[in-house]
């Protein structure tokens, strides 16, 4: 069983998705969804979660734990199983390295994995591959549109400093083969913190909802509340109820 560390903000101090179309509000309210719905799709997809969280003192907030546990113990079913620990390093990269590397060599799990709170339309048979990918690879990658990285598993630690450069899928990979690893990947999927990456979320979203497949279930509420949709022109919206719903 892969330990998956599950790197999250404080859902009002986020980097949120910026777009006309949604308030700064909407943005918030869309990450808390995006946050519940790959939690619970990771424990769906047994997995040991831990939630990464930032140190108090990067926020204007007195008790960032407190703060997600409130949020993901009113949506999860077994909000008990998740585990807490608070965020150690300067930047993002060392944030992700601090934190899995422990686990590597401290505590001495097999592999381990990042995901972004923001990967919404990551599914549990993703999260299946992964564990069978990573017995025969050592690095397991899930590229997101434009380069970046959504998923990241691992099964020997590599050098983090800055390994999230863009683009991101390039940089990991690279460090990777330095360190004479083996790298697989996952299927391309956005990230709704991504502006570029929120009307191709929404397709497919949108889609797979039509087509009775499996959908992140929070975030589609919000999708379909707020009227979001995909025309030739792009992201629209269509107003359904109020703009300031949430």
């Not at 101090?13 to 939690?39: F, I, K, N």
């Not at 889609?207 to 792009?234: F, H, N, Q």
Request: charge should be negative; proline fraction near 7%; charged fraction near 25%.
């Amino acid at each position: 069983m892969t330990t998956v560390v599950v790197l999250a903000d404080v859902p009002d101090e986020a980097a949120l998705v910026t777009s006309e179309l949604l308030s700064a509000s909407e943005a918030a309210t869309l990450y808390r969804a995006t946050l519940a719905d790959v939690c619970e799709m990771l424990q769906h997809g047994e997995a040991d979660v831990l939630v990464n969280y930032p140190s108090p003192d990067w926020t204007d907030v007195d008790n960032p734990e407190d703060v997600l546990r409130e949020l993901l113990g009113n949506e999860l079913a077994a909000p008990e199983a998740l585990r807490y620990e608070v965020q150690v390093g300067e930047t993002h990269a060392a944030r992700v390295g601090n934190a899995l590397t422990h686990l590597l060599e401290t505590e001495g799990e097999q592999t381990v994995a990042v995901v972004e709170p923001t990967a919404a339309l990551l599914r549990r048979d993703h999260v299946g591959t992964v564990a069978m990918k990573l017995r025969t690879s050592d690095v397991v990658l899930g590229p997101s549109p434009g380069g970046g990285l959504y998923f990241a598993g691992f099964g020997e630690p590599i050098d983090f400093t800055d390994v999230f450069a863009p683009p991101a899928v390039e940089t990991v990979t690279a460090r990777a083969i330095d360190a004479g690893l083996s790298v697989e990947y996952l299927p391309v999927l956005p990230r709704l913190d991504r502006p570029a990456d929120l009307a191709t979320a929404v397709s497919l979203i949108r889609a797979r909802r039509a087509a009775g497949r499996i959908v992140p279930p929070r975030t589609t509420a919000l999708i379909e509340r707020w009227g979001l949709s995909v025309d030739g022109d792009g992201l629209s919206r269509t107003p359904v109820e109020s703009s300031d719903s949430s």
